[in-house]
């Protein structure tokens, strides 16, 4: 005999009771098939019995809610024929139903016996609708009410299971009975005195895990919504897979900490009979689903699960007067036992100051009143403090019988939390240590189950969560080179890229699945509108693991956000140069936030675009040399300038196609007058190690006065077409010398300058081709013969690329 259990959804409608009766019906056995109430029904009936025992008259509309649901559910599926009997039946039962509502709300009450008895009608009515159903399909089956066989007693004010009577009952019946399907209720039984009663919510499972072992059935069957028991809630991650077999321990706590596809007492019946359990999914049934049994799980697997309770509390116990007392834990857990409070998690700190517990949320007000009661002598003493319970926490744990034989596992989850900025406050591992958890706070619980789960279980294939701002030239650039290579990525470097949200001037738009990189310009075009605070606030609030702000503007606002996304763990990738060469503070309280919340903060493209210049500089430094001399063309743009002006062009003409084409920043003078040549000087000066403010760079200006005091871009290029004669000066003097002109950044012995010079012939700087750029670094190890990169320094292609490359860091972080 085979026991085949169908859960909430899988009897939630007609449907999907039709599926059922196809499965059912390729098993050769005998079956006993418990269902569960109607999808959703048990919470209504809960919330009726409430509302009218509030006499609110609401609880009526649920009454004929309920009702009209069931009566349909018949219609649907009963031949016209048969179902009047089926409906009479029905309606007379919710009219029972309605008195006992009544009786609750008259008398403004509600006891646990009616509540029990109000709730019992969710898997009395289905069963009974699904046996008369599977009837008139000509199956030859039968209804049996499970209060006829499950007997509960109270055990310390606890309705548990009286297994002799039970066991005893389930055999005769179910060896007598000759039906092909017993089709019986779950979840509920009936007391010793005759009154209905319940298993916890969830106890359907249970129901059907009691039927097995007392009949040593050969199999017990739960049929759910999901393919299996997952390696994570997969309405929660979802690339969580069904683990093919595991043991009846890995099971039991997994279901204890939080995997709610199984009701934890299910298991003991049934381990203590070595029957095998099996979780299969009632809408795919072809998939083979999870199986349970006393054998051990398969080598090499440590980690077998992850899961979560969320709604809990903690309550700690502390003072000076716990140390070296005997007895005072015992009193802290009677109190508690008494108050019926069931304690999830314990730990208790070496220096016996402290005990700490982790209840439900919903016991908490109750706990701490009774414990402050029960040590109200030691407290008014000062031996101990009131107890202080902190909410809105959940706990997390791993899972795995053979984690005890695996060091590093819980460093890797601490640390796998904390690089994601998940806050732990408790840890517990089980002596068994089968299980490790932690408490984190209840709004970090998605991001530390996938972080963990990627970690765990995804073969490191890691994803980054990208926030752009700014899809101009660049940022347009940057989401093309990552949809080409998404793919690549993926395969190769066990990246997965991911564009959440983005962000231009006018718009914004976030889609936390990913946004489709095929047509992001027509959808941002029609987004929310474009507001730097709310973006913040929508990456903070979906608080995604690895999480990167990515920054394609060259805005000050947008740099001044920083420090903010920093603070909360979400990396930081520029191009935009205002932050790391504004006042020395604000650059190193930015790294310091990078380092203390292990966000990392990388702006390869403030120096030479795409060039390695400061990622080989950081290595420089990291392995110990020294930069004695920074010697630099370090302006595409100037570069730009220069080398197409002559006497057969004009400044000005040369400089507007420099703008044109995208080699400047948009306000050109921002390049000519030097200061984004200070800028990348200051920023090498200070990632060689030296704390020197943009004051202190010498700038020698080649642009004439009136140039430098324009107002705006128009002002700007009529003063060039003032100043011609100027520029030709400067352009014959270094012709006469056969020298080339090049703005030459410099830092040596602690000073920087910019300036334009005359670079003669046979110089590392004379053949500079187009925007390229070069810079020498003469250092400890390369005192002579400088380590040079040079190649192009500007477009918004090569720019885009030095922010990939960024991206790409911080995934092997
Ligand atoms: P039923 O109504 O069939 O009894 P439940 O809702 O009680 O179904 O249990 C199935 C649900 O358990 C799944 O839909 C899923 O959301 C949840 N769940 C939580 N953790 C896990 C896990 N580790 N594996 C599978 N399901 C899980
Ligand atoms: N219907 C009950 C509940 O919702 C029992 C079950 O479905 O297992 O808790
Ligand atoms: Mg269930």
């Not at 019995?49 to 599926?77: N, P």
Request: aromatic share 8%; charged share 20%; hydrophobic share 40%.
């Amino acid at each position: 005999m085979k026991v085949l259990k169908f859960g909430g959804s899988s009897v939630a409608k007609p449907e999907n009771i039709i599926k059922i009766k196809n499965i059912i019906s390729k098993y050769n056995d005998p079956i006993i098939l418990v269902v569960s109430a109607l999808g959703g029904v048990t919470d209504l009936l809960l919330e009726a019995g409430s509302l009218a025992s509030a006499q609110d008259q609401s609880y009526k509309k649920i009454l004929s809610t309920l009702e009209e649901r069931h009566l349909s559910t018949i219609k649907e599926l009963i031949p016209v024929i048969g179902q009047s009997k089926v409906l009479s039946k029905v309606k007379s039962e919710f009219n029972i139903l309605e008195t006992l509502l009544e009786g609750a709300f008259f008398i403004g009450e509600i006891t646990p016996k009616l509540s029990d008895k109000i709730v019992s009608y969710g898997e009395l009515l289905s069963s009974y609708i699904i046996s008369e159903y599977l009837i008139s399909e000509k199956l030859d089956a039968e209804f049996k009410d499970s209060r006829e066989l499950i007997i509960t007693q109270k055990l310390n004010g606890k309705n548990v299971v009286n297994f002799t009577k039970t066991n005893a009952n389930c055999s005769a019946y179910f060896k007598a009975s000759k039906k092909k399907v017993i089709v019986c209720p779950g979840f509920i039984a009936t007391s010793e005195e005759g009154v209905s009663t319940t298993l916890g919510r969830g106890g359907s499972d249970y129901t059907a895990a009691i039927y097995a072992a007392a009949i040593d059935a050969n199999i017990l069957e739960i049929w759910t919504d999901v393919s299996g028991m997952y390696t994570a809630n997969p309405k929660m991650v979802k690339q969580a897979k069904a683990i093919p077999h595991i043991s009846y321990e890995e099971a039991m706590e997994l279901s204890h900490f939080g995997a709610k596809v199984l009701y934890p007492p299910t298991i003991q019946p049934v381990l203590s009979k070595g029957i095998s359990i099996v979780i299969k999914n009632t809408f795919s049934p072809d998939e083979e689903g999870t199986l349970i049994t006393k054998s051990k799980n398969e080598k090499g697997k440590t980690v077998r699960g992850i899961s979560h309770i969320g709604n809990i509390a903690l309550l700690s116990l502390e003072g000076p007067g716990m140390v070296g007392i005997p007895g005072i834990s015992k009193r802290f857990f009677e109190v508690l036992s008494q108050a019926d409070i069931s304690v999830v998690l314990i730990t208790q700190a070496s220096s016996e100051h402290s005990i700490c517990v982790g209840i439900s949320a919903n016991d908490v007000d109750k706990a701490v009143s009774i414990v402050n009661e029960a040590f109200e002598y030691e407290i008014e003493r000062g031996r101990i403090k009131q107890v202080i319970p902190e909410k809105d926490l959940a706990i997390v744990a791993l899972v795995g019988d053979n984690m005890k034989s695996h060091q590093g596992l819980s460093g890797k989850m601490f640390s796998t939390l904390g690089k994601n900025n998940v806050n732990i406050r408790v840890i517990a591992q089980g002596a068994s240590e089968r299980n490790i958890s932690c408490v984190i706070n209840e709004n970090d619980v998605k991001k530390a189950l996938n972080a963990l789960h990627e970690e765990f279980f995804e073969e490191n294939i890691k994803q980054l969560n990208l926030f752009v701002m700014g899809v101009g030239n660049v940022g347009a650039k940057f989401l093309e080179q990552i949809k080409e290579q998404r793919k690549f990525l993926k395969e190769n470097l066990k990246l997965n890229i991911r564009v959440i949200g983005m962000s231009n001037s006018r718009t914004m738009l976030f889609d936390e699945k990913g946004i489709d990189l095929n047509d992001w310009s027509t959808k941002l075009a029609v987004g929310q509108k474009a507001d730097k605070v709310k973006f913040l606030e929508l990456v903070n609030s979906l608080n995604f693991r690895n999480s990167i702000f990515v920054d394609n503007t060259a805005s000050e606002e947008v740099s001044n956000t920083y420090s903010e996304y920093l603070g909360n763990s979400i990396s930081v990738v520029t191009c935009n140069k205002i932050a790391c060469s504004s006042a020395f503070e604000n650059y190193s309280h930015l790294k310091s936030l990078a380092r203390t919340y292990n966000a990392p903060f990388l702006f390869e493209t403030n120096v030479g675009a795409g060039l390695p210049i400061i990622d080989t500089l950081k290595h420089l430094i990291a392995s110990g040399d020294k930069i004695l001399k920074i010697q630099a063309v370090l302006s595409g743009s100037l570069n730009f300038v220069f080398n197409n002006f002559n006497d057969q062009t004009t400044f000005h003409d040369v400089v507007k196609q420099a703008q044109e084409e995208g080699y400047t920043e948009p306000d050109p003078k921002i390049d000519l007058s030097g200061v984004d040549v200070m800028r990348k000087i200051l920023i090498l000066a200070r990632e060689s190690g030296n704390q020197l403010e943009i004051s202190d760079i010498t700038n020698n200006p080649f642009l004439p006065e009136e140039s430098l005091n324009t107002a705006n871009n128009d002002e700007f290029f009529a003063s060039l077409v003032q100043n011609e004669a100027h520029f030709q000066s400067l352009y014959t003097s270094a012709k006469k010398s056969d020298s080339k002109l090049k703005y030459v950044a410099q830092f040596d012995d602690g000073k920087a300058s910019v300036g334009l010079q005359e670079i003669p012939k046979g110089h590392d700087f004379y053949n500079l081709e187009g925007s390229d750029n070069i810079v020498l670094f003469y250092t400890e190890r390369y005192p002579n013969q400088p380590m040079i990169i040079k190649g192009a320094g500007a477009g918004a292609a090569v720019t885009a690329s030095g922010i990939f490359a960024d991206i790409i860091r911080i995934g092997n972080f």
